[in-house]
């Protein structure tokens, strides 16, 4: 059975930091790209970036770039988003979703993810 699962979510004040974790089951994670996405009420599910299968490439949206982190441990069979330097804006409920192969410049297309988490609460107070 396939399942993606976030976790680590939380509250946290104006520039403090959490880390996300996203564990995979029941597909070969070192053939995916898993990519994190956000959605924060009103607003339309937005992707924050990627981990590629290929070479562990990362791309970021612009307004996270420099201040979350994505990396994975085949391993363990998991992928984490490091946020530091938290702004309010970045409240919103987390998703991780594994693609087969996608490239790192299209993480943002949320049709080519097939498997979704349920989701992470992330709240920062100003």
């Known amino acids: 059975q396939v399942q993606v699962v976030e976790s680590g979510g939380g509250l946290v004040q104006h520039g403090g930091s959490l880390t996300l974790s996203c564990v995979t089951s029941?597909?070969?994670?070192?053939?995916?790209?898993i990519g994190w996405f956000r959605q924060a009420p009103g607003k339309e599910r937005e992707g924050v970036g990627c981990i590629s299968s290929s070479d562990n490439r990362t791309n970021y949206v612009g307004s996270v770039r420099g201040r979350f982190t994505i990396s994975r441990d085949n391993a363990k069979n998991t992928v984490y988003l490091q946020m530091n330097s938290l702004k309010p804006e970045d409240t919103a409920v987390y998703y991780c979703a594994a693609s087969y192969g996608l490239g790192s410049s299209r993480f943002a297309e949320r049709n080519e993810y097939r498997n979704w988490g349920q989701g992470t609460q992330v709240t920062v107070s100003s």
């Open positions: 029941g597909f070969t994670l070192d053939y995916h790209t």
